[in-house]
């Protein structure tokens, strides 16, 4: 009897030792560990008895009493647990997923940052330069205008002196001293026109040669050709000045078309772009026509600058043109699809719920349909900007719009071609 009691007790104690876990369990452990941590963290609500699953079957694990039992209920408190944190993950909790989610996280803010420094110079060219051309072309119209009275005025003055001119330039005295004739500097040829250069005031001995034109330089017609010559060479020095710019960001090589040599040097563009003071009065001059000579100088001088700007705007027209409607609607549909991606990432971060390989899927298909809103985006200008649009939004905002909500606009296209099948049947 004593031998068979001993059995049946050795028996009991091999099956109290007895340990069922499998090699899945300390997994199965270590998963709804982080699982509870998480959920705690979170605040998450999970059901009471969950914690205290938990820590029997660690417990009994540890002190190997693994039973079935334990593990039917660790398998419950996972699953519970899985269906109360949604979307998140055991795979979205893992470290290494967390670590993959902060890389690509990082990269794209480079490329994010890259773009930036690509598309804001490339904007600011685009912008001074349309404003050059389009201020060029302004002064263009304006000086257009001025040249043919400019023109007309300056002749009509000539035929003024040329009345005055028996009484302006009697034969100069004996007496008068020879340096009152070589005040003059050498007249520069330019552009076919002689350039007389600055003029000093009158001399002594030479008052009675200057005092009839001096009158006739003071009077209303003249003051009113002064200011119009004063406002054509104004025009004249700022269009040379922004044209200059203009040739530079259009990487234009030739700037003087004509090849004029008044554009060679610095004393020369001088000469030619500034008037010669005192303003229709030469107290020197030899030849009634050396009064005029300035203005007709300026309008010859103007020739030049005009085609060397009309040339540099349809360069700039065709190449910041091209720029404008092709590359930079991309890039910027392009940055809307980086803004985009960078906000999920960073939702995804703080909450755990970043997939690595959906992911990289979605975030490519995201950044090629961006490309394909940016090329097509200006197809679609007038549509998009009819009553009730963003009708006041430029290209450039409509493809970085269509970058970042590129399902509203594809759905914007599902329904305008819903809306042309019907058409097409009620017709």
């Given at each position: 009897?004593?031998?068979?009691?001993?059995?049946?007790?050795?028996?009991?104690?091999?099956?109290?030792?007895?340990?069922?876990?499998?090699?899945?369990?300390?997994?199965?452990?270590?998963?709804?560990?982080?699982?509870?941590?998480?959920?705690?963290?979170?605040?998450?609500?999970?059901?009471?008895?969950?914690?205290?699953?938990?820590?029997?079957?660690?417990?009994?694990?540890?002190r190997?009493?693994w039973?079935?039992?334990?593990?039917?209920?660790?398998?419950?408190?996972?699953?519970?647990?899985?269906?109360?944190?949604?979307?998140?993950?055991?795979?979205?909790?893992?470290?290494?997923?967390?670590?993959?989610?902060?890389?690509?996280?990082?990269?794209?803010?480079?490329?994010?940052?890259?773009?930036?420094?690509?598309?804001?110079?490339?904007?600011?060219?685009?912008?001074?330069?349309?404003?050059?051309?389009?201020?060029?072309?302004?002064?263009?119209?304006e000086?257009?205008?001025?040249?043919?009275?400019?023109?007309?005025?300056?002749?009509?003055?000539?035929?003024?002196?040329?009345?005055?001119?028996?009484?302006?330039?009697?034969?100069?005295?004996?007496?008068?001293?020879?340096?009152?004739?070589?005040?003059?500097?050498?007249?520069?040829?330019?552009?076919?026109?002689?350039?007389?250069?600055?003029?000093?005031?009158?001399?002594?001995?030479?008052?009675?040669?200057?005092?009839?034109?001096?009158?006739?330089?003071?009077t209303?017609?003249?003051?009113?050709?002064?200011?119009?010559?004063?406002?054509?060479?104004?025009?004249?020095?700022?269009?040379?000045?922004?044209?200059?710019?203009?040739?530079?960001l259009?990487?234009?090589?030739?700037?003087?078309?004509?090849?004029?040599?008044?554009?060679?040097?610095?004393?020369?563009?001088?000469?030619?772009?500034?008037?010669?003071?005192?303003?229709?009065?030469?107290?020197?001059?030899?030849?009634?026509?050396?009064?005029?000579?300035?203005?007709?100088?300026?309008?010859?001088?103007?020739?030049?600058?005009?085609?060397?700007?009309?040339?540099a705007?349809?360069?700039?027209?065709?190449?910041?043109?091209?720029?404008?409607?092709?590359?930079?609607?991309?890039?910027?549909?392009?940055?809307?699809?980086?803004?985009?991606?960078?906000?999920?990432?960073?939702?995804?971060?703080?909450?755990?719920?970043?997939?690595?390989?959906?992911?990289?899927?979605?975030?490519?298909?995201?950044?090629?349909?961006?490309?394909?809103?940016?090329?097509?985006?200006?197809?679609?200008?007038n549509?998009?900007?009819?009553?009730?649009?963003?009708?006041?939004?430029?290209p450039?905002?409509?493809?970085?719009?269509g970058?970042?909500?590129?399902?509203?606009?594809?759905?914007?296209?599902?329904?305008?071609?819903?809306?042309?099948?019907?058409?097409?049947r009620?017709g």
């Amino acid at each position: 009897m004593s031998d068979n009691s001993e059995q049946k007790s050795q028996r009991e104690d091999d099956d109290e030792r007895w340990n069922y876990a499998g090699a899945n369990v300390p997994r199965l452990i270590e998963y709804c560990d982080k699982l509870l941590d998480y959920a705690s963290s979170c605040g998450i609500k999970i059901a009471d008895n969950i914690p205290m699953d938990i820590a029997n079957a660690r417990s009994a694990f540890a002190r190997g009493k693994w039973m079935a039992d334990h593990e039917r209920k660790l398998y419950a408190a996972k699953s519970a647990m899985t269906n109360a944190i949604k979307p998140v993950t055991l795979h979205t909790l893992c470290d290494s997923t967390i670590q993959e989610a902060k890389k690509i996280t990082r990269f794209y803010f480079r490329l994010t940052f890259a773009l930036v420094v690509l598309i804001v110079p490339a904007s600011m060219i685009v912008f001074t330069d349309s404003s050059l051309s389009a201020k060029g072309k302004e002064l263009i119209k304006e000086n257009d205008q001025i040249a043919l009275d400019l023109h007309n005025e300056l002749q009509n003055y000539l035929i003024s002196i040329e009345k005055e001119e028996p009484q302006a330039m009697p034969v100069p005295a004996a007496s008068t001293t020879p340096t009152s004739l070589s005040l003059a500097k050498p007249s520069v040829h330019t552009s076919g026109l002689p350039r007389v250069s600055v003029a000093q005031g009158p001399q002594p001995g030479s008052a009675g040669l200057t005092d009839p034109m001096l009158m006739l330089s003071v009077t209303p017609p003249a003051l009113e050709l002064k200011r119009k010559l004063q406002d054509f060479s104004r025009n004249n020095r700022q269009l040379y000045a922004e044209t200059k710019w203009l040739v530079a960001l259009t990487l234009h090589v030739n700037e003087n078309v004509y090849e004029s040599p008044w554009m060679l040097s610095g004393s020369t563009r001088r000469e030619n772009l500034e008037l010669s003071l005192p303003i229709l009065h030469k107290p020197v001059a030899t030849k009634s026509e050396d009064t005029i000579n300035d203005g007709m100088q300026k309008l010859a001088v103007y020739q030049d600058i005009r085609a060397m700007a009309q040339n540099a705007q349809r360069t700039s027209d065709i190449f910041w043109g091209a720029v404008t409607t092709y590359l930079l609607p991309v890039l910027y549909s392009v940055l809307g699809a980086l803004a985009f991606i960078l906000r999920e990432l960073t939702d995804q971060n703080s909450k755990k719920t970043f997939y690595p390989s959906y992911a990289r899927l979605a975030n490519r298909l995201r950044l090629l349909t961006a490309v394909i809103v940016g090329t097509v985006i200006g197809l679609f200008d007038n549509a998009l900007k009819a009553p009730g649009t963003v009708a006041s939004a430029s290209p450039l905002a409509l493809a970085f719009f269509g970058g970042y909500a590129a399902d509203t606009f594809f759905s914007f296209l599902n329904k305008a071609a819903s809306q042309s099948r019907e058409k097409d049947r009620d017709g």
